[in-house]
């Protein structure tokens, strides 16, 4: 189960730009914060989600060619204003990719927050979706979908992606997953399933640090995904902390990696 586990397993991670802007939410020192490598290491973990604010560069991901496999962010609401900038992110990622063998795909953050706002049409997916495989029909794109919104009509974005990233946002809710995975699974019918597992508690503590998910909630989050990769129910699943230094000090984070 273990070994079969962790080559499951992502771990998101930030290039040091984007460090910049997040360690402004935590109102923390940038030197506090893990590198990609730093965290893989930590949890053994051989896939890395990567987020890097504006058009991916070709050096910072040539330093990731140590790992199995990478995706990029490519629809980001933090940096990216509008649609077109997220076409065009996606498309300079298409022809980076192609000279990179590792990367696997691209990923739209907070996407189904966007749709229930208003702000991500099918159109706009549709979009993202062609300049994402503009020039490697290889790539996958992702969705990052929250269990909070699966009572959205996700129908007409269905042909313009190829993984949902499912996410419970609240801690308190986690105890419902296989209800989650089982409506996820009626409304994304043929759709490959990465499910995100939070180790720091964003839904309750927002960015206040150390606020790690209780520890019964972690295992039972880790072992219900390893159960479904064996089942073949989801394809993956990515841990997600602080990204603080300070993080992998916590029991939590080491029984995570002791476990994973």
Known sequence: MAEKSIDKAWCWALSPDYTEKVSRKFTASRELFCSASELADFFHVRNIV??????HEPQLLQGLSRFNKVICNIGDPLFLKDA???DTKAASFSR???SLPN???GIVDDFSTAVKEGRMTAKAMKKTYEALKSANVFLRLLAVVYTMHLDL???PYLPYMDIINLWVWKSADLMKLDEYMQTAERLFPGKK??????????GEAGYRVPAPLP???????????QEYVLTGRI??????GSYMKQELSLDEARWVAENI
């Open 215 to 225: 520890l019964p909630l972690l295992q039972f989050q880790l072992k219900r995904a």
């Open 153 to 155: 009509d996700f129908s």
């Open 84 to 86: 077109e900038q997220q």
């Open 96 to 98: 980076l990719s192609v």
């Open 50 to 55: 990567f987020f890097h604010p504006g058009h």
């Open 193 to 202: 399933i990465h499910l995100g597992l939070y180790l720091h508690n964003y």
């Open 235 to 240: 394809e993956g699943f990515h841990l997600l």
């Open 103 to 105: 990367v696997a795909g």
